[in-house]
């Protein structure tokens, strides 16, 4: 993947910025030494690594708002970077970049449980909101994976999603505001304490934008009472069009369950060596579906499950009836990465969404296509949703295999928008993906979301690289053919 | 008297946008007309009917996720989705029962009443279940548009889980068609509920009432509709339903709280919650407690949704201006915001009434155009907005009647709520970037956008 040429008039400017910065922040708030840099060379899509220009430290949306407006008059490219846990390679530093570190916005700012939201800064965990409002009961339900780690605002550039939103929404579904900064210093809020923010939903179009728009320095979150009980069934398939089949009754007879989550053979047998999670062997695909709410409820809901899945042709069928036996169902599917990475030195996580009938037949498909760039993959599932997780398994060590990998990958997300899926559902489009936006987008539709960002950064200076194969120069988009005014449609009907 | 141009075709839409555009000509943006009186009026040379783009072309139940025309009315999408026991979950409500003056010719048909998708989508116009399963803009998953410069593009797809650039749709719902002229749109469908039942509680006071649903929305009990009417909404007539809402009980303030699911649920968490409500120390105990059932909760919630209570305000038979306000606000503080507004704005005065919904985060007000003698300000927005600041959220005049000069009113009256310096300059980027020349439905969110 090639990132736009170092810009020489940037690199030049280093040590005059650094003068500049040094007027805004203590020397120990800017990152210059190669050594320290190396910290902040990659994020989670581990393949790709960059030193950035330097790193700074803001502690204050005022710091940040300066720093931006300095940049932004020095022509020099910036990338906000959380916890660096973007799969996509959203926070990958630039070259000829500052990246900009939310780390010291780690506070708390506000528990209301009166209105049933939590005000954060936008580098606090997203798991430490829901430990923040555990003791009354509450939760913020949004849980990717990496929730230990990952930020909120991070979340909210990348809309993250989790095994839990089929039923709870990703987290578009479950901010009320924010505050950013422009890259021309500029802050802005939006929302806040109520339900729809007000004009122009700014607010949902921040959330996945990737880092391109704005800093995210603070953000609203609703949260919700806890459900009193969670309850999982684990059943097995001799193939995966009867666990597909199956995903699909549950749907179909109106339950939506907190989590639908489907492993194939590969992850089975590779997280049962990993974590003896005590998954039966002797199936082709294993379905989890987990059912939460009052006791009531998920019991009478256990059972309406179990009833599809026997009728469906599930060969085994596991109830959890404690709660350590939800969590060793979990376990496996927990541990289903560190179990691939047990077995392979790299491995490259793909997140394309399909509509669910279609699942049983990409399936088939993407091990056709394994074997054809001979390559091992193995699937991961958001059953519920169409989330597909390929891992497609590699050695950087190899020369041409992480092209052959990326290659393979960009063949399985082909097939997902060729049976009426996209190119990621929850990862973002980031670096990673970025040069197969074309796939799905035509020049027309890619024109218009870059007129969007023209409009946040006219100089295209907020994470350049990303999300767009090639960043528009925004006089030049704003450019309109207007034709001579005739209507060629005499026949268009005007009543 | 304004060209209609009705485009049956993307290119005759794009057409008529490039025609515009070459022609500095201004468009209003229309489906089938039912929201022509909220938001401020437009000055537009022509008329852009949507209603060409009709029809369902893909609806797959079992991937929970249909596909229209813009111009599909919602009765129609609503028919066929009953007949598969599914629902759009944000609730689209109708107002056209409520908000008489506005209704043209063209929507004496049934179906035309309730208004397009299209339409719903781009005010993110949602019912009673938004606080529980999202607004409008969270089930829009997708559309084909072109935009004010009369450029196609699509945005979105097919499938619920896509962070696949940006999130256009969230823009578009909400803009009230002033970036772009959308002709498909795909949404997101719901089972729809096993089982309703609505939790009545009678006589609370208000802020009794507050901490009352407050409590509620606190236990896992997942309620999906949570109202409240207040005893002041009673006072000058008895209020009707056509649900038994009022038939044995007291015409008296009354929390409404919803439980939707599988029967056994269903009755579990309203047990649950009636013993709570009925028991707790920090408000005082309800003097009459009624559950609805599902056939009587459909009915009561439509009414909710549909603004049925407020319905004497605006009668097409009143001659004096009235207004209707819709506030969003931190849910606990809806109910002072409303008292701020009720007695020191309006000093109590009887023609102006308002209930709570979502959790008391929504307040709808019934009150006069014009703000009582003595104010600073004739129009009564300045009033209400400054009522409101101490607790933040936003207001919306969202509908006048009466009188022959409703539309005045709106053109002279800030609709949505005045945006800060930077954020109002943001907004004007957002809209030139669709929109440069500004040819669609010029001035219906705000002067000048």
Redesign the interface.
């Known amino acids: 993947m090639e990132m736009p040429a170092a810009e020489a008039t940037i690199l030049n400017q280093r040590e005059a910025l650094i003068t500049d910065l040094r007027s805004l922040l203590p020397a120990d708030r800017i990152v210059i030494d190669q050594p320290s840099l190396r910290a902040y060379d990659r994020d989670a899509l581990t393949a790709y690594r960059q030193l950035p220009l330097l790193v700074v430290l803001p502690d204050t949306v005022a710091e940040v708002s300066q720093i931006l407006a300095l940049c932004n008059r020095r022509n020099i490219k910036v990338v906000a970077r959380g916890a660096g846990t973007s799969l996509s390679g959203g926070a990958l530093p630039l070259e000829d970049g500052v990246l900009l570190s939310l780390g010291r916005f780690n506070k708390v700012l506000d528990i209301?449980?009166?209105?049933?939201c939590v005000t954060a800064q936008s580098g606090v965990t997203n798991l430490s909101i829901s430990d923040a409002v555990a003791d009354?009961?509450?939760y913020y339900a949004p849980d990717p994976s990496s929730q230990i780690a990952c930020t909120i605002g991070g979340n909210v550039a990348?809309?993250s999603?989790g095994v839990h939103?089929l039923k709870y929404?990703?987290t578009?579904?479950n901010i009320l505001g924010l505050e950013m900064v422009?890259m021309d210093g500029?802050?802005?809020?939006?929302g806040?304490?109520?339900?729809?923010?007000?004009?122009?939903?700014?607010?949902?179009?921040l959330?996945?934008?990737e880092g391109l728009l704005g800093v995210i320095t603070e953000v609203t979150v609703r949260i919700?009472?806890?459900?009193?009980v969670a309850r999982a069934v684990l059943l097995g398939f001799d193939n995966n069009e009867d666990a597909g089949q199956v995903v699909?009754n549950i749907?179909?007879?109106?339950?939506?369950p907190a989590g639908l989550e489907m492993m194939d053979k590969f992850i089975i047998a590779a997280s049962e060596d990993y974590c003896h999670a005590g998954y039966p062997l002797d199936v082709e695909a294993l379905l989890i579906v987990e059912l939460d709410?009052?006791p009531?409820?998920v019991d009478?809901?256990i059972n309406q499950v179990v009833d599809i899945a026997k009728a469906g042709a599930s060969t085994s069928v596991q109830v959890s009836n404690s709660e350590a036996e939800r969590l060793r169902f979990w376990l496996g599917r927990k541990s289903a990465f560190p179990a691939l990475g047990s077995l392979s030195p790299d491995y490259l996580c793909m997140d394309g969404?399909?509509?669910?009938?279609q699942l049983p037949d990409v399936l088939r498909r993407i091990s056709a296509l394994g074997v054809h760039h001979g390559l091992r993959v193995a699937n991961v599932f958001?059953a519920g949703?169409?989330?597909l997780h390929p891992l497609i398994m590699y050695d950087s060590n190899i020369p041409g295999e992480l092209e052959i990998a990326e290659a393979f990958g960009a063949d399985i997300l082909r097939l997902c928008v060729e049976v009426?899926?996209?190119?990621?559902?929850?990862?973002?489009?980031g670096v990673e993906k970025r040069d197969l936006?074309g796939v799905?987008?035509d020049q027309?539709?890619?024109?218009?979301?870059m007129?969007?960002?023209?409009?946040?950064d006219p100089e295209g200076r907020l994470n350049p690289g990303k999300?767009f194969p090639t960043l528009h120069r925004c006089a030049e988009l704003?450019h309109?053919h207007?034709?001579?005014?005739?209507?060629?449609?005499p026949e268009?009907?005007?009543? | 008297m304004s060209e209609i141009f009705k485009p049956n075709t993307t290119e005759q839409l794009i057409d008529v946008i490039q025609w515009a555009n070459a022609h500095e000509s201004a468009l209003a943006v229309q489906g089938s007309g039912s929201k022509i009186g909220i938001g401020r009026p437009v000055d537009a040379e022509g008329i852009l009917d949507l209603s060409g783009f009709s029809g369902i072309s893909q609806y797959e139940p079992n991937e929970l996720v249909l596909t229209a025309g813009a111009g599909t009315p919602l009765a129609d999408i609503e028919t066929l989705l009953t007949e598969h026991r599914q629902m759009l979950a944000f609730e689209p409500p109708d107002y056209s029962g409520v908000f008489h003056d506005h209704l043209s010719e063209k929507q004496s048909s049934s179906s035309q009443k309730k208004g397009t998708l299209g339409g719903v989508l781009s005010g993110n116009i949602s019912g009673p279940r938004r606080f529980y399963a999202g607004a409008a803009r969270d089930h829009f998953l997708g559309f084909r548009a072109v935009s004010g410069r009369g450029d196609p593009f699509k945005s979105g797809g097919r499938v619920v889980k896509n962070v696949t650039g940006f999130d256009l749709s969230k823009l578009m719902a909400g803009s009230w068609g002033t970036l772009a002229a959308c002709w498909e749109v795909t949404v997101k469908v719901l089972p729809m509920p096993e089982k309703t039942r609505t939790l009545l509680l009678f006589g609370l006071s208000d802020e009794d009432a507050s901490r009352c649903i407050g409590s509620a929305a606190a236990t896992p009990n997942s309620i999906s509709g949570a109202s409240y009417l207040p005893a002041s909404l009673f006072t000058r007539s008895p209020q009707s339903s056509a649900s038994s809402v009022f038939a044995n009980n007291p015409q008296s303030s009354v929390i409404a709280l919803r439980v939707e699911g599988p029967e056994p649920s269903v009755e579990h968490r309203i047990n649950a919650l009636r013993e709570l409500l009925t028991t707790s120390k920090n408000y005082a105990r309800p003097n009459h407690v009624e559950v609805l059932n599902s056939t009587d909760s459909r009915v009561f919630w439509n009414e909710i949704g549909n603004l049925h209570f407020l319905s004497s305000d605006f009668q097409a038979s009143n001659t004096q201006q009235q207004a209707c306000w819709r506030l969003s606000v931190p849910p606990a503080v809806g109910w002072q915001v409303a008292h701020n507004i009720t007695e020191k704005v309006f000093k109590s005065n009887p023609k102006v009434s308002w209930f709570s919904d979502q959790a008391g985060g929504l307040i709808w007000l019934s009150c006069p155009v014009n703000s009582p003698a003595g104010a600073p300000t004739k129009n009564s927005e300045h009033s209400i907005r400054s009522a409101m600041e101490p607790w933040g959220g936003h207001a919306t005049l969202w509908q006048v009647t009466g009188g022959d000069n409703a539309a005045d009113h709106r053109r002279n009256t800030q609709v949505f709520q005045p945006q800060p310096k930077a954020l109002a300059a943001l907004t004007q980027r957002v809209k030139r970037s669709f929109d440069p020349n500004g040819v669609l439905n010029p001035g219906r969110m705000y002067t000048g956008l």
């Open positions: 209301d449980y009166d209105n049933r009354q009961n509450f990348e809309n999603g939103c929404g990703m578009t579904n422009l500029t802050v802005i809020r939006l806040g304490q109520h339900l729809d923010s007000e004009g122009y939903d700014l607010l949902g179009l959330t996945g934008s919700l009472p806890r459900p009193e699909g749907i179909a007879n109106g339950i939506i709410g009052n009531v409820e009478h809901l969404t399909i509509p669910r009938s958001h949703d169409g989330n009426g899926g996209v190119l990621t559902g929850e990862h973002g489009i936006m799905i987008f027309g539709d890619l024109n218009q979301q007129r969007v960002k023209c409009a946040f999300v704003g309109m207007v034709h001579n005014g005739e209507l060629p449609f268009l009907p005007r009543l």
